[in-house]
């Protein structure tokens, strides 16, 4: 059974640093490539980014709104991708989700999610 | 950047056909997702590549895609179908619409 289980949310100050945690299971890790997608309290899907497949160098890509301010990577011997997010600001309170981009061809399709993991960013 | 636009909210009748639209520039070129998100849930892949649907998902759903709209269409509405769905795609990046509030009056 494909399992993506996120971890690492919580409650941190404006311009504070967090580091969440997306720990896969049920499939090879490697093959696949994860993406970050966040969801604001009443507010709809917004694409966070992503880290390809091996295949795919592993390579990332953000959205143009985060600005450099968070960074995903991955550990394939532990099959758990990572979002480092510095810098962080008030409007990027939401729920963390991690998904899973099967084989890593073609347009981007999210067969699987996590539970999702909360960030709340306050003073 | 790239934008797909839903209707923020779609009613049907019990048993009736729901459709949901999703527009975007040219999107009929691209393939389209859609996901289906119930209250306090993760969203659920229903539709992908235009016209497929995963392995569990029920027959009553169904995708279409063509020129600037893409459409996912619920046959024989039920109650359990209430919820919120959202098209996605890419273009230099993935893009989301902004999502369809179901009701099952």
């Known amino acids: 059974e494909v399992q993506l289980v996120e971890s690492g949310g919580g409650l941190v100050q404006p311009g504070g640093s967090l580091k969440l945690s997306c720990a896969a299971s049920g499939f090879t890790f490697s093959d696949s490539a994860i993406y970050w997608v966040r969801q604001g309290s009443g507010k709809g899907l917004e694409w966070v980014g992503r880290i390809r497949s091996r295949a795919n160098n592993y390579a990332t890509a953000y959205a143009a709104s985060l600005k450099g301010r968070f960074t995903i990577s991955s550990d394939n011997s532990q099959s758990t991708a990572y979002l480092q997010m510095n810098s962080l600001k008030t409007e990027d309170t939401a729920v963390y989700y991690c998904s899973r981009h099967y084989l890593d061809i073609g347009t981007p399709t999210f067969d699987s999610w996590g539970q999702g993991t909360l960030v709340t960013v306050s003073s | ?105």
């Not at chain 2, 269409?73 to 179908?81: K, L, N, P, V, Y």
């Open chain 2, 1 to 105: 950047s790239y934008e797909l636009t839903q209707p923020p909210s779609v009613s049907v009748s019990p048993g009736q056909t729901a459709s949901i639209t999703c527009s975007g520039d040219r999107l009929g070129n691209k393939d389209a997702s859609w996901y289906q998100q119930k209250p306090g849930q993760s969203p659920v892949l229903v539709i992908y590549q235009n016209i497929k649907r995963p392995s569990g998902i029920s027959e009553r759903f169904s995708g279409s895609n063509s020129q600037n709209t893409a459409t996912l269409t619920i046959s024989g509405t039920q109650a359990m179908d209430e919820a919120d769905y959202y098209c996605q795609t890419w273009d230099s990046g993935t893009v989301f619409g902004g999502g369809t509030k179901l009701t099952v009056l």
